[in-house]
């Protein structure tokens, strides 16, 4: 027998709280790990995970246990077990200690259950808000911007939602910076002006790639935000934290304007770089301006001028601590905590938060006249404003003012917003709303270079996106983007390579292997698909390894190992593993005796085309719409949890589909439209033979947007006309809408034509070789 009694003496300080390991030498014998623990009261343990499974008893005391954002209060007598890497820690809320005996073990079967779950850390319980970076509206976004956080955030959310999250994309656009302020400058008009432009060009280049966010915040033509951000910024001045203070600035020389952001460059004083005011891109390290090497104005010639100036400013080294606790909650790159751990070494970080503008908000406080909110404050305070809007529009209550621990949050990012994003906003959320704890996870990307240098404007070194984007060529772009992003390291687009990964990997690999499949489909089952008879080790062997597939896919999409280049490489990977069986079993698929197993074969072959339709919705969805339609099922809108096969007898239309690049001339259709699509309209939405659907709108009827998208596929498939969602989705009905496609088939034609004129260079070659390969 083995007893340990509570003694208070023999505690020592560990995660935070006293600990004390229990009868150390009768560890081995008792087969757990176990210790006595106290939070004393006020306190909290720190908020950790492992991978072992790991018990609680309380003993006396009381408080709330927090698990994953989740609040729950603890009294004497609880026992609670945690699974495998839950965030945990223990709050004393009361006014004793609270005691507590903990015993732990590794079970690696459990843990390894638990890793590989994607709905971890509640996601599928708690709401979830993607943010993509608000772009700053001074210019398009080129491929540059859209392989980062917009592509990231769009998959992310679109494979959250199939498996049923409460998930939404936030955006906005950073209309308050001092880029537009410049911009506006240079083209000799009102920054109001320059950000709707902008604004209004980034939000059409974002329906082009496919991505429409849940909600955009425009800042500067937002009613209610001006006085929302005053009143952010009155908490932080009202905490006595945040001061007036006297520091140093560059003023030009000549015209004695104050020096920042885009206004002045010189030397990064951390890495030495060539940089602009206030963050370097090489290192990501903040720099004040008047710390710069060899200061000079962005513009003109006169040598800067150091100054005084009185600013809000933000002692950011007295907030390391609540820094790097808000590291630990969320899923915070290394990358990350390492930039937190160089700025943090300088000591002392002083950051001013206002500055002198006439463009942006200017605080409420009257006592630095000319002064403006510094617009990385908005960048923070824009992110729970968008939530609050956001709540708004469902009827959900969530306030800006009132921001819930339960929110998880979900950034996108460049590394250049490193250190606003994951540093200095949560600084500020710990001043301006102490009870909230942010449960923040940071998906940071590195620099996508273009031929082997930075995208830049100035020098028309850029594709924007815009150029290249259009609905023959969104899946390749959104496919080659994700292939190519630069998620580890810097990465390097070039159109030469994008245009080979088209015409050998999605046109010669992925769109041949269908062709060919829907090919021997109809030679040999007469465009059916076949039940699946006698199958043999390869056939199971195969259908493991599609598992596999679907298995790294989820891994590859959920919140914890979220990377883009795996799960293109993951989509590749599908199809040569099916290529490879292809070939083998094509030996005997037409002899007689092992009819029974070639069906087995074609059958999987085509479990395996679903499973390509179904992983990559979140990354090409209108490829996986159109693949579904051939294959004749229904858009994939949910996460499956096992490969499954294409229900047998259903008709496939695979062997002449166009899924990358031209398409061909259509046929002219050989029987009427009406009943043709009153049928695709009943299938779509399982609706009885007999049905009459002609006097209807699609809308009423119940079809969904994804539903819509398959069937402007099949109407595009059998026609030849391109009739869009919106129209489709209008107020035509479906008998209208026949009149309709047969009206406007051959105008269609020559828009196409038109928008092909209008993308000089981006994506006319493709088409050329595509259409010669
Ligand atoms: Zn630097």
């Known amino acids: 027998m083995i007893t340990s009694t509570y003694d208070a003496d023999s505690l020592h300080r560990s995660f935070g709280i006293d600990l004390g390991e229990i009868g150390m030498g009768a560890v081995e014998s008792m087969g757990v790990g176990a210790a006595w623990g106290k939070v004393p009261p006020g306190l909290r343990s720190d908020p950790h995970q492992h991978d072992e499974t790991e018990t609680f008893v309380i003993v006396s005391g009381r408080g709330d246990l927090v698990v994953d954002a989740e609040r729950t209060p603890v009294s004497p007598g609880m026992v609670i077990q945690f699974e495998p890497f839950e965030t945990h820690y223990l709050d004393n809320t009361g006014t004793a200690d609270l005691i507590f005996a903990t015993f732990y073990w590794r079970d690696a079967d459990r843990a390894a259950r638990v890793a590989a779950r994607t709905d971890r850390r509640r996601f599928g319980e708690r709401p979830v808000f993607a943010f993509s970076t608000p772009p700053t509206p001074n210019g398009g976004l080129h491929i540059g911007h859209l392989s980062g956080p917009y592509l990231g955030t769009d998959v992310f959310v679109r494979f959250q939602r199939m498996n049923g999250a409460n998930v939404w994309h936030l955006a906005g656009t950073d209309d308050f910076q001092s880029y537009v302020a410049e911009c506006a400058g240079r083209e000799g008009r009102p920054p109001a002006e320059v950000a709707a432009h902008y604004a209004a060009e980034i939000t059409e280049t974002l329906r082009l790639m496919d991505i429409e966010p849940d909600h955009i915040t425009h800042t500067s033509r937002d009613e209610r935000y001006p006085r929302a951000l005053q009143a952010f910024f009155s908490r932080l001045v009202d905490s006595g934290r945040v001061t007036r203070q006297e520091g140093t600035a560059l003023f030009d020389g000549e015209t004695g304007r104050y020096l920042y952001e885009p206004y002045v460059k010189g030397g990064c004083p951390t890495c030495g770089s060539t940089t602009g005011g206030n963050i370097c891109e090489e290192c990501g390290e903040p720099n004040f301006c008047v710390d710069l090497v060899e200061p000079r104005p962005a513009n003109g010639t006169a040598e800067p001028q150091p100054g005084t100036i009185t600013r809000y400013t933000l002692p950011l080294h007295e907030l390391r601590g609540d820094v790097l606790e808000h590291h630990h909650a969320g899923r915070a790159p290394a990358r990350l905590r390492e930039l937190a751990n160089r700025i943090f070494r300088r000591g002392r970080v002083d950051v001013a938060l206002t500055h002198p503008s006439s463009w942006g908000v200017p605080p409420a406080q009257q006592d630095v006249p000319g002064q403006v909110i510094w617009v990385w404050i908005e960048l923070a305070f824009g992110f729970i404003y968008g939530i609050e809007s956001l709540g708004r529009k469902l009827g959900t209550g969530w306030r800006a003012d009132a921001p819930q621990d339960d929110w998880k949050i979900v950034h996108f990012l460049g590394y250049d917003n490193m250190f606003y994003h994951s540093i200095l906003s949560p600084a500020l959320y710990k001043i301006a709303n102490p009870e909230w704890t942010p449960d923040v996870d940071y998906n940071v990307n590195e620099f996508y270079l273009l031929d082997g240098d930075k995208f830049s404007t100035s020098r028309r070194h850029v594709i924007w996106g815009k150029d290249i984007l259009g609905p023959d060529s969104v899946d390749a772009i959104r496919f080659y983007l994700a292939r190519t992003r630069p998620e580890a390291h810097r990465t390097n687009f070039t159109l030469t390579d994008y245009e080979t990964v088209v015409r050998e990997t999605l046109v010669g690999t992925w769109q041949r292997w269908l062709n060919d499949l829907g090919a021997r489909v109809e030679k040999h089952y007469g465009g059916t698909v076949p039940d699946a008879g006698i199958w043999t080790p390869e056939h199971t062997a195969f259908l493991a390894r599609l598992e596999n597939r679907l ?12 990377s883009l280049n795996r799960a293109a490489q993951t989509l590749h990977g599908i199809v040569a593993d099916a290529l490879r069986f292809a070939g083998y079993e094509g030996a005997v698929l037409d002899l007689a005796d092992w009819k029974d197993e070639a069906r087995t074969a074609i059958a999987l072959e085509l479990a395996a085309a679903k499973l390509l339709a179904t992983c990559a919705a979140p990354v090409m969805p209108r490829f996986a719409a159109g693949l579904a339609a051939a294959l004749g099922i229904a858009p994939p809108a949910q996460w499956p949890r096992v490969v499954t096969l294409v229900p047998h007898g259903t008709r496939v239309n695979l062997a002449r589909q166009v899924f990358f690049g031209a398409r061909p001339e259509p046929e002219e259709p050989s029987a009427p439209l009406l009943p043709w699509l009153s049928g695709l309209v009943r299938e779509a939405l399982r609706l009885p033979e007999g049905e009459q659907v002609a006097d209807a709108t699609l809308v009423a009827l119940g079809i969904k947007s994804m539903q819509a998208i398959a069937l402007q596929y099949q109407i595009l498939e059998r026609t030849g006309t391109d009739v869009t969602v919106a129209d489709l989705l209008g107020d035509r009905t479906v008998g209208q809408l026949t ?35």
């Open 551 to 562: 298995g790294a896919m989820a891994g590859c999409l959920g919140p914890d190992g979220f």
């Open 739 to 773: 009149a309709f496609i047969v009206n406007n088939g051959s105008n269609t034609d020559n828009a196409d034509n038109a928008d092909n004129a209008d993308n000089a260079g981006g994506l006319a070659p493709v088409r050329e070789e595509v259409v010669g390969a």
